[in-house]
């Protein structure tokens, strides 16, 4: 047999059926077009595979890699196209350890946790060492301290705004009271200072940053203004208090006067002396 003939013949394959030829320009039942196998796309070499569609997914394989913490090894199934951080997620519900507490070694290099298993060569059955990030821990300890106390001073700060609401609306009756000529008892006043001057030396001691620290700065401004204002009615007050005492004076000494003036009008002199 030449080695022409050999190229011709093509190998016989059992079991294996192949789709029918496509047939451009015409096809069996006299019609136009192309026609493939139902559900197979021909690529430009000539091969037949699988159509794809849009809903058609890449099948990525799971891998499973033992993560050495401390003297324990764990065992973690992932997709292989997944990131360290995610890895970092598995373990967390596993050991405990918080995502940002954990460093991931890999080939003697710290893993960052945007990257991703498969690009640095993590396969399955790989080694991966975790180590617990002091640093990153304390920083967290630090900042959850930092938002508590800042959770706190807000809190604190809630509770001086709403005292001090109820407290406006005793300066707004006692303004409207003032003003319409009624008195006021003066331990009122002094009494509603007070307690206004307590709230001030609350917000005094809230050490407090950014919003916290604008909320305070409001807080203050609001109770002095409200302090203020009872200042300007303790000297109207005090008016009203002496007005109706006055008053009671001008009243008592008129009919005096008048009666006065009738006794010095019947005194009548004579000079008619009378005789013993």
């Not at 569609?53 to 499973?64: A, E, F, Q, R």
Request: with cysteine.
């Amino acid at each position: 047999m030449n080695k022409a003939n050999m190229l011709i013949m093509k190998p016989k394959v059992t079991g294996v059926s192949f789709p029918s030829p496509v047939r451009c320009g015409g096809s069996p039942g006299g019609r136009g077009g192309c026609e493939a196998a139902a559900g197979l796309e021909v690529r430009p070499c000539g091969m037949y595979v699988q159509k794809r569609t849009k809903d058609t997914k890449p099948c990525v394989p799971n891998i499973t890699v033992k993560v050495k913490y401390g003297s324990y090894f764990h065992e973690v199934t992932l997709s292989s196209q997944a990131s360290f951080g995610e890895l970092k997620k598995m373990l967390a519900g596993k050991i405990g350890l918080n995502p940002q507490d954990q460093k991931l070694m890999f080939k003697e290099k710290e893993r960052d946790s945007k990257a991703f298993l498969d690009v640095v060569g993590v396969k399955d059955g790989s080694k991966i060492v975790l180590i617990e990030d002091e640093l990153s821990k304390e920083r967290r300890i630090l900042e959850s301290r930092r938002n508590a106390k800042m959770e706190r001073a807000s809190n604190d700060i809630a509770a001086i705004r709403l005292e001090v609401s109820k407290l406006a609306k005793q300066v707004a009756s006692i303004e409207s009271t003032v003003k319409s000529g009624k008195k006021v008892e003066e331990l009122v006043l002094l009494s509603l200072t007070e307690s206004l001057m307590i709230q001030l030396i609350k917000l005094d001691g809230i050490s407090a940053d950014g919003e916290i620290k604008l909320q305070r700065r409001l807080q203050v401004k609001r109770t002095q203004k409200y302090i203020e204002i009872l200042d300007s009615l303790k000297p109207m007050n005090s008016d009203i208090l002496n007005k109706p005492r006055h008053e009671n004076l001008n009243e008592q000494s008129k009919p005096r006067n008048f009666a006065l003036r009738n006794n010095w009008e019947r005194v009548v002199i004579t000079k008619e002396w009378e005789t013993f």
